[in-house]
């Protein structure tokens, strides 16, 4: 699998982004997909992660009601719409594919669960 991570930018607080996370290569539908971010100086954290079907999705504390993922099985995309974007947002974020199996429920928040990683792309959140 394949993954392209788009649609970073910069953004005054307040403001919205969507990001989008391209993937290629195998079925996409087989993978639960994640987004991840790493702020400078920081480790890297999870943000969102939304099962193989789209049923199930999972949020940081941090993001919680602000951020949505889904995912477009036609386009073989993944989706993170930020809103309500707050300074401490800005980091690299980036997208993540894990083959969706019984460990995933438990796991969906840790980096090691996941197998393929996109580039990153960078959001940048202006007081």
């Known amino acids: 699998v394949q993954l392209q991570a788009s649609g970073g930018g910069l953004v005054q607080a307040g403001g919205s982004l969507r990001l989008s996370c391209a993937a290629s290569?195998?079925?996409?539908?087989?993978?639960?997909m994640g987004w991840f971010r790493q702020a400078p100086g920081k480790e890297r954290e999870f943000v969102a992660t939304?099962?193989?079907?789209?049923?199930?999705?999972y949020y940081a504390d941090s993001v919680e009601g602000r951020f949505t993922i889904s995912r477009d099985g036609a386009k073989n995309t993944v989706y993170l719409q930020m809103n309500s974007l707050k300074p401490e947002d800005t980091a690299v974020y980036y997208c993540?594919?894990?083959?969706?199996?019984?460990?995933?429920?438990?796991?969906?928040?840790?980096?090691?669960?996941?197998?393929?990683w996109g580039q990153g792309t960078l959001v940048t959140v202006s007081s």
């Open positions: 993540a594919a894990g083959r969706s199996n019984t460990a995933y429920s438990g796991a969906y928040f840790l980096e090691t669960w996941y197998e393929y």
């Open positions: 290569g195998r079925t996409f539908s087989s993978y639960a």
């Open positions: 939304i099962n193989w079907n789209g049923g199930r999705t």
